[in-house]
DNA sequence: AATGAATGAGTGTTCATTCAT
DNA sequence: TATGAATGAACACTCATTCAT
């Protein structure tokens, strides 16, 4: 049993995270293959025994990126609790990612745009199923008559998703109940509102 | 005056235009100046008589992409009309520019970050007013009990904003009426939430 | 009237003839554009001013390398000497290029095969039409009852090249009459054989 | 001695096999050692336990393509024939290795000046001993009048090889006799001439 | 008001080679 | 008899920038 375990899975994930964290912090044209290398304590060339080339590097770490969004609502949608708590966990789901794993969020958000439109495909078609998944909630608050009638569903998941993740541009938090406190605090705007009721 | 005024001043929006453009499409670093000069029908020198650096282009771009937002809100803040109705203003005022110059607006937010320090601190100091403006009139709502005594302020102007600035992302509308109709409705979402009163 | 004219034209064969001297020594893939740039005095990325890629530049000289041997052997077919006269004159002219530009004859005949498809063909083209101006000149002399009447003019078009190809991997000649010579001592073995009459 | 021999002798051959096509089909520098490896499924760094380094398995394929034209002329040389009848006998000879290894020969042809100096001489030593092999037999033909006295032997030698390697550039053959016909019409070429006797 | 010609630094990528296993 | 992991050097090519004209 070796003291440090370099097997492929771990490793891999290592890259990955370098690479995420770069991108991230660089944007994808603004970031070098050595940026990455160095931050792995490798030389330039050795990042290439792991990716094919930079650009698939980014696509991995945008799929990695969404996917976890993708299926929280999922799990969500399917669950037996009103339109109104369905959004409120939702946007507490949509928190997790944007906390534990912040750099691959980003990338995902920033960066998307810069891949070729092969790459860019499946990437988008996760994120427009998510909006999906959302919009549907809106819905069945409307048909229910939990949320306003007027309701335009469409927009208020848009408007759902920009406040969400606009948190990714100021939140730096560290422990887990500064951003559920964040999340519960942004479900009361969403849903009542900012006006004395 | 002459009728029609072929000298510097047009010129150099033309300039700003094109480095407006070709940023907000490309990125900055994803940018080359010769993708400017083409747009412009010049060639790769040439634009260098223009601007000094491409880097001084990119803090022109971001300094006029948001004087705008904070001109406006200040004019806002000091009329004399309720809280409610200054967010409800002021989220109408956020359309405009992002309706009538996006390049502009979308080179401030995504590619800002780019400067050296020198170069963003006052772009970040403007950004920093605006927000700060914002702000006061949450706490003058809260103030006159418009708004709920509980609310945070600072979290629902940063809400406030990430909803508004994420239309950037999926707004490419060609009418005035278009985003006066979007401004609307996010602000009834924002003041009286998305439930049934 | 300048010293030293730099002018467009002159400037760009001087790229050519660089490119060609280098392809024909070290070979396509064993050139690199440093090793033109050296040759012409200036910085590996200054050719890029005048080339779009290094095939590109390939590709070039290919064509210029074939062109001279088309052009010439077209002129004797349509000149109305025998056949026999025609052969030998074609020896001649195709020794001219290998003696006034070796390095573009010999790029064209070793490296042009690793020219992409695309850019191959026009290259392949000219050789061809060459081949069938060559193949006709034999058919001429059979049907004239001047060759051979068994003789297979395929065979004997693809072994005239070959033989006069063959010069570039060994001459190196300074003045036209030695050229000359061996055109004629060539002509007399194709068409009359080395066996005493 | 086993039937099968798959020891290293037979392994050694198909390493050597998978280098010349490659080095033949991509030229010396256009061919990687991951290209020989892929045709030999292996990994890359596996070829390093066959051959010591890159060039070590051109100069390799170059002996080998060069040793069978050296051998077959000096028993030809030997025999108890006319001059003529030793051209003819030597270009039929000549023919087999394009036939039967024609990579071998290709990288040897085409190849060979990308050896370095140390691993160049004992195959150009090879070369040279099988053109004055040649250039004896011409020699005499003259002598004892068979050939015309007034033929400049070295350059025949060159003529008659540089006609017989031209083979190589079109020549994709299957069957054996196919070879031979090019080999006998060749040396009436050469040694009747293409003219009406 | 712009261009032609160049440069110096850097970028992504390839590749021959090494070495522990 | 190979492979996984890496390295160092090179490579084609791009780009921001300069400067004489």
Redesign the pocket.
Known sequence: MPLTD?S?PK?QKEIMDAAAFVFAHKGFHG????DIADRLG?????I??YF????VALSEVCRVGVEEFHDRARDIAASDISAAAKITATIAAHMTPIHEMPDYVEVFHNERRYLSGDARKPVTALALQYEKTLEDMFREGVADKTFRADLDCRLATLALLGLCNSVLQWYRGENISQINEIARKYAEIVVGGVRQP
Chains 1, 2, 3, 4 share one sequence.
């Open positions: 370099k492929q490793r970031a070098s293959t050595k490798i030389k330039q060339a050795g290439y025994y094919k080339s930079k650009e």
